[in-house]
Nanobody, 128 residues
């Protein structure tokens, strides 16, 4: 069982930066690929970024490429989403998710149905 807790959301202005954190419980964090998803009010959940358990593969949705960076610190059981040059259209609830792939895997997925555990989410609001 893995529990995920996000933090770091808030209200910022367009052009600002935020760093979201997702802390995981358990001793097998390094065996999970990690993903970030977001859901804006009235819209479907959207894939944002994913990072393999090995750290060797990162994938991003096109709208955040060059602005967002996903990273992980296995010693702290934490995955981060560094968000720069934020835009009002980035406003959403951001959730992290864990997909068991085994350690040292390069596999990632954009498919939310393949993730095993989810956090509750943290709100990010970007004003214009």
């Amino acid at each position: 069982q893995v529990q995920l807790v996000e933090s770091g959301g808030g209200l910022v202005q367009a052009g600002d930066s935020l760093r979201l954190s997702c802390a995981a419980s358990g001793r097998t964090f390094s065996s999970y690929a990690m993903g970030w998803f977001r859901q804006a009010s009235g819209k479907e959940r959207e894939f944002v970024a994913a990072l393999s358990s090995s750290g060797g593969t990162t994938v991003y949705t096109d709208s955040v490429k060059g602005r967002f960076t996903i990273s992980r610190d296995n010693a702290k059981n934490t995955v981060y989403l560094h968000m720069n040059s934020l835009k009002p259209e980035d406003t959403a609830v951001y959730s992290c998710a864990a997909d068991w792939t085994g350690a040292w895997s390069y596999r990632t997925t954009r498919d939310p149905t393949e993730y095993d555990y989810w956090g509750q989410g943290t709100q990010v609001t970007v004003s214009s």
